[in-house]
């Protein structure tokens, strides 16, 4: 039976005196336990933990403890309490299996005994000046008794800020051999459970047996806290938890001890992978290190309970890490009895960069038949093709789950294939000068010759969302820039997307290098896929203006390269041509609304306004059933208005359109800085000088004179195909094609020369000599 059992009546505050309900079972050690029967099986895939309704969250020594290990890291602390409640307010179960009497015991007791020898040295002495007082080693269980109610009142005066009632239990090893006191436990958690009261529990270090001292549990008044894995992992079990966070002072389980040069953080644990692991020391504040957690993480997985182990100290993710977890992403280690049919995301990425090394090695001509070949493939299997892409179409159209301008660019079609495959084959004839380029050569110095030359960019991962012809162009893009590429596409054309990857590869395959191209086809979420930073060279993102701006959020270590929107502005100018003006607006809105180079707002030079031209624009649009939405200027014009528009930086991406008058060219400029995205931007006009000074002053990728935005296309301009068109200021810019995806290496050749041979006392002198290059010339 319990020596006591006090528990939070459901009174209103003012009766209720305390929020905390201590519970005492006494007995708890480090005891071995058969395993019970499974209560059911854990989750397979990290995005199932949204569904965990029972939650164990363990705290470590090194996680509760500050870093002298005398009293509570607090501000820490504080942040768990408020992840806990925040999970408990959404209708979960929480329980936290805590460390920390002992360090807070330790706090009190130094606190008392510094205190004591002062005021008796005082006494002693007479006089002011105390001499130096030394703190005897303080022994755990007594700082144990000392700081377990410190404890149990912060946690109650923490939670008492989100109107939760706590409840503390002590256990020992007794309480779990014993059957009668087991049931006793766990029929008061259930009930604890019950009243909504988050129980908190720790085992009773004021009697249990101290710890056996460690090697590396060192100097004079370092106290070993008692570590609560083997309870944290049984009371899950016990308790049919669906999940057990553990949280450390690591980032998680690591093939190898963290710190070490080739240890990597293991992102899924499976049984029967201890083997390939080998342990590094114990935390200087815990006595279970990680063999202790991942043993008792493994217990808790057979037993039906999912574990993660998390960093619960690093101040970038403390504060969010437990909700983030139960929220599916990609923290820790996550324990699984379910193992992939496929390769990790990580070892398809290795794969990648190995076979693009040797895929990057090929003779541009190889390089060539690759592209080729693929080529061929989608005309020769475009049945195969169309009929996935017809699966796609009609789960996305029975769903409703896309609009329709993502529905309309899923859709493919004859036309697309075909118009694909002579892309490829024109980029095929342009990539044999790619790769090895020579850009320039100098003559530092006699028979010390410099050379900058193109090289791959390295792994790309291409990220794109119902646009499955993103694929092959993509593809062979890298394959004629000898990169590896990863690809992540959107779910809604995952059967087209996976035999346009499998006709990749067998197009690869002719030169041995398969692996090059990866398809993603895991459940890795993008925000985790950003965080490679270690093994992803650059991220082009290819869909909405949401998807960019998340992924350029979220890759904090790796470059991005694309545009968030599509703002393109089409500006109609006082001198302008009628049949030119209606052609170009009519295009470039109306031939693809759903792309990114379409027209989204018309600018309308203000002596236009009720003429004969503007008339038969207006006429056009309505004709092409455009809706207009009108802007601030063009609405006070007018007596009944279109709608006014919401904002004048919208990407419609459908048959709609914005229409503002301005005064002049440079109006126009002024609005087109001020409002576009730095897309695309044209001018319609007859005055070679209004049209220069428009092309020269508009500062976005693409500025046309006379001809539809729809021509900003890397096929249109020759390139072949493009990976997307990039609005940033460095690297490339426009449609990114073959060129964009490389980047340059310096190559020097001397023969034993040193930079001591050129000082003021060497023997030679720089030369810096431009050597001419043959065009093409490839090294």
């Given at each position: 039976?319990?020596?006591?059992?006090?528990?939070?009546s459901?009174?209103?505050?003012?009766?209720?005196?305390?929020?905390?309900?201590?519970?005492?079972?006494r007995?708890?050690s480090?005891?071995?336990?058969?395993?019970?029967?499974?209560?059911?099986?854990?989750?397979?895939?990290?995005?199932?933990?949204?569904?965990?309704?029972?939650?164990?969250?363990?705290l470590?020594?090194?996680?509760?403890?500050?870093?002298?290990?005398?009293?509570?890291?607090?501000?820490?602390?504080?942040?768990?309490?408020?992840?806990?409640?925040?999970?408990?307010?959404?209708?979960?179960?929480?329980?936290?299996v805590?460390?920390?009497?002992?360090?807070?015991?330790?706090?009190?007791?130094?606190?008392?005994?510094?205190?004591?020898?002062?005021?008796?040295?005082?006494?002693?002495?007479?006089?002011?000046?105390?001499?130096?007082?030394?703190?005897?080693?303080?022994?755990?269980?007594?700082?144990?008794?000392?700081?377990?109610?410190?404890?149990?009142?912060?946690?109650?005066?923490m939670?008492?800020?989100?109107?939760?009632?706590?409840?503390?239990?002590?256990?020992?090893?007794?309480?779990?051999?014993?059957?009668?006191?087991?049931?006793?436990?766990?029929s008061?958690?259930?009930e604890?459970?019950?009243?909504?009261?988050?129980?908190?529990?720790?085992?009773?270090?004021?009697?249990?047996?101290?710890?056996?001292?460690n090697?590396d549990?060192?100097?004079?008044?370092?106290?070993s806290i008692?570590?609560?894995?083997?309870?944290?992992a049984?009371?899950?079990?016990?308790?049919?938890?669906?999940?057990?966070?553990?949280?450390?002072?690591?980032?998680?389980?690591?093939?190898?001890?963290?710190?070490?040069?080739?240890?990597?953080?293991?992102?899924?644990f499976?049984?029967?992978d201890?083997?390939?692991?080998?342990?590094?020391?114990?935390?200087?504040?815990?006595?279970?290190?990680?063999?202790?957690k991942?043993?008792?993480?493994?217990?808790a997985?057979?037993?039906?309970?999912?574990?993660?182990?998390?960093?619960?100290?690093?101040?970038?993710?403390?504060?969010?890490?437990?909700?983030?977890?139960?929220?599916?992403?990609?923290?820790?280690?996550?324990?699984?009895?379910?193992?992939?049919?496929?390769?990790?995301?990580?070892?398809?990425?290795?794969?990648?960069?190995?076979?693009?090394?040797?895929?990057?090695?090929?003779?541009?001509?190889?390089?060539?038949?690759?592209?080729?070949?693929?080529?061929?493939?989608?005309?020769?299997?475009?049945?195969?093709?169309?009929?996935?892409?017809?699966?796609?179409?009609?789960?996305?159209?029975?769903?409703?789950?896309?609009?329709?301008?993502?529905?309309?660019?899923?859709?493919?079609?004859?036309?697309?294939?075909?118009?694909?495959?002579?892309?490829?084959?024109?980029?095929?004839?342009?990539?044999?000068?790619?790769?090895?380029?020579?850009?320039r050569?100098?003559?530092?110095?006699n028979?010390?010759?410099?050379?900058?030359?193109?090289?791959?960019?390295?792994?790309?991962?291409?990220?794109?969302?119902?646009?499955?012809d993103c694929l092959?162009?993509?593809?062979?893009?890298?394959?004629?820039?000898?990169?590896?590429?990863?690809?992540?596409?959107?779910?809604?054309?995952?059967?087209?997307n996976?035999?346009?990857?499998?006709?990749t590869?067998?197009?690869?395959?002719?030169?041995?290098?398969a692996d090059?191209?990866?398809?993603?086809?895991?459940?890795?979420?993008?925000?985790?896929l950003?965080?490679?930073d270690?093994?992803?060279?650059?991220?082009?993102?290819?869909?909405?203006?949401?998807l960019?701006?998340?992924?350029?959020?979220?890759?904090?270590?790796?470059?991005?390269?694309?545009?968030?929107?599509?703002?393109?502005?089409?500006?109609?100018?006082?001198?302008?041509?009628?049949?030119?003006?209606?052609?170009?607006?009519?295009?470039?809105?109306?031939?693809?609304?759903?792309?990114?180079?379409?027209?989204?707002?018309?600018?309308?030079?203000?002596?236009?306004?009720?003429?004969?031209?503007?008339?038969?624009i207006?006429?056009?649009?309505?004709?092409?059933?455009?809706?207009?939405?009108?802007?601030?200027?063009?609405?006070?014009?007018?007596?009944?208005?279109?709608?006014?528009?919401?904002?004048?930086?919208?990407?419609?991406?459908?048959?709609?359109?914005?229409?503002?008058?301005?005064?002049?060219?440079?109006?126009?400029?002024?609005?087109?800085?001020k409002?576009?995205?730095?897309?695309t931007?044209?001018?319609?006009?007859?005055?070679?000088?209004?049209?220069e000074?428009?092309?020269?002053?508009?500062?976005?990728?693409?500025?046309?004179?006379?001809?539809?935005?729809?021509?900003?296309?890397?096929?249109?301009?020759?390139?072949?195909?493009?990976?997307?068109?990039?609005?940033?200021?460095?690297?490339?810019?426009?449609?990114?094609?073959?060129?964009?995806?490389?980047?340059?290496?310096?190559?020097?050749?001397g023969?034993?020369?040193?930079?001591?041979?050129f000082?003021?006392?060497?023997?030679?002198?720089?030369?810096?000599?431009?050597?001419?290059?043959?065009?093409?010339?490839?090294?």
């Open positions: 039976m319990f020596a006591r059992l006090a528990l939070c459901r009174l209103p505050s003012r009766i209720r005196q305390s929020n905390v309900c201590p519970v005492s079972i007995g708890f480090q005891a071995k336990f058969l395993l019970p029967r499974s209560h059911g099986k854990s989750f397979a895939h990290r995005s199932e933990l949204k569904q965990a309704k029972r939650i164990v969250v363990k470590g020594s090194a996680v509760v403890t500050r870093g002298d290990e005398c009293g509570l890291a607090l501000g820490r602390l504080a942040s768990i309490v408020e992840q806990v409640a925040v999970l408990q307010n959404q209708g979960r179960e929480m329980m936290i805590t460390s920390g009497a002992v360090a807070f015991g330790k706090q009190r007791l130094r606190h008392e005994i510094l205190l004591s020898q002062s005021v008796r040295q005082a006494l002693h002495s007479g006089q002011n000046q105390l001499k130096d007082i030394s703190v005897p080693v303080l022994e755990a269980r007594a700082c144990a008794a000392a700081g377990q109610s410190g404890l149990m009142a912060l946690y109650e005066a939670f008492t800020q989100y109107s939760i009632c706590t409840a503390q239990i002590l256990v020992t090893n007794l309480d779990f051999h014993d059957e009668q006191k087991r049931r006793n436990l766990n008061t958690l259930h604890l459970l019950r009243m909504n009261i988050v129980p908190i529990i720790n085992t009773n270090d004021a009697v249990v047996p101290p710890p056996v001292p090697s549990l060192q100097g004079v008044n370092v106290i008692k570590d609560n894995d083997s309870l944290a049984r009371l899950a079990v016990e308790m049919k938890a669906d999940l057990l966070i553990a949280l450390s002072d690591v980032q998680g389980l690591y093939d190898s001890p963290p710190g070490t040069d080739d240890a990597k953080l293991i992102d899924i499976y049984p029967g201890q083997q390939s692991i080998t342990y590094g020391t114990k935390s200087r504040v815990g006595i279970g290190g990680m063999e202790a991942v043993k008792a993480a493994l217990w997985l057979q037993g039906g309970t999912s574990v993660v182990i998390a960093n619960g100290t690093d101040p970038k993710v403390t504060g969010h890490v437990i909700t983030d977890i139960v929220e599916g992403k990609k923290i820790g280690t996550f324990f699984s009895e379910v193992k992939p049919a496929g390769p990790t995301v990580e070892q398809q990425t290795e794969m990648a960069r190995h076979a693009g090394r040797a895929l990057a090695s090929l003779l541009p001509e190889q390089r060539g038949e690759i592209i080729c070949c693929l080529a061929e493939l989608l005309t020769e299997k475009k049945d195969e093709i169309l009929s996935a892409n017809r699966k796609d179409m009609e789960l996305a159209t029975s769903t409703g789950c896309l609009s329709q301008p993502l529905i309309n660019r899923l859709s493919l079609s004859t036309a697309k294939l075909n118009s694909l495959a002579i892309g490829l084959r024109q980029l095929a004839v342009s990539s044999g000068n790619s790769v090895g380029r020579v850009l050569r100098t003559r530092v110095a028979n010390l010759e410099l050379e900058q030359i193109t090289v791959p960019i390295g792994v790309l991962l291409v990220i794109f969302e119902s646009r499955p092959p162009q993509v593809s062979a893009l890298a394959i004629a820039s000898g990169n590896a590429l990863l690809l992540k596409g959107g779910k809604e054309a995952s059967n087209t996976k035999i346009l990857h499998q006709l590869q067998e197009a690869l395959s002719i030169h041995g290098v090059a191209i990866q398809l993603v086809s895991t459940r890795e979420e993008v925000e985790d950003c965080k490679l270690k093994m992803i060279d650059l991220i082009i993102p290819r869909g909405s203006s949401e960019v701006r998340d992924i350029q959020r979220a890759a904090k270590g790796i470059p991005v390269l694309g545009h968030s929107e599509g703002v393109c502005h089409v500006y109609v100018d006082s001198e302008a041509s009628m049949d030119k003006a209606i052609d170009v607006v009519k295009d470039s809105k109306c031939d693809y609304p759903a792309a990114c180079n379409a027209m989204e707002t018309l600018l309308i030079h203000r002596d236009l306004l009720r003429t004969p031209l503007f008339d038969q207006i006429d056009m649009l309505r004709t092409e059933e455009v809706k207009i939405h009108a802007g601030p200027r063009f609405a006070s014009y007018l007596t009944f208005s279109p709608s006014e528009v919401k904002s004048l930086r919208t990407e419609y991406g459908d048959l709609e359109c914005c229409i503002e008058v301005v005064d002049s060219m440079q109006d126009a400029v002024d609005h087109i800085h409002y576009g995205s730095s897309h931007d044209v001018i319609v006009t007859e005055n070679e000088e209004t049209a000074q428009f092309l020269q002053q508009v500062d976005s990728a693409c500025v046309f004179w006379n001809s539809s935005s729809r021509f900003a296309d890397g096929y249109r301009f020759g390139l072949g195909a493009e990976v997307g068109i990039s609005t940033a200021r460095i690297h490339a810019r426009g449609p990114v094609g073959l060129e964009g995806l490389l980047t340059t290496k310096w190559v020097l050749r023969e034993g020369h040193t930079v001591a041979d000082s003021e006392q060497g023997s030679m002198k720089y030369l810096h000599e431009s050597i001419p290059v043959p065009q093409g010339h490839i090294n």
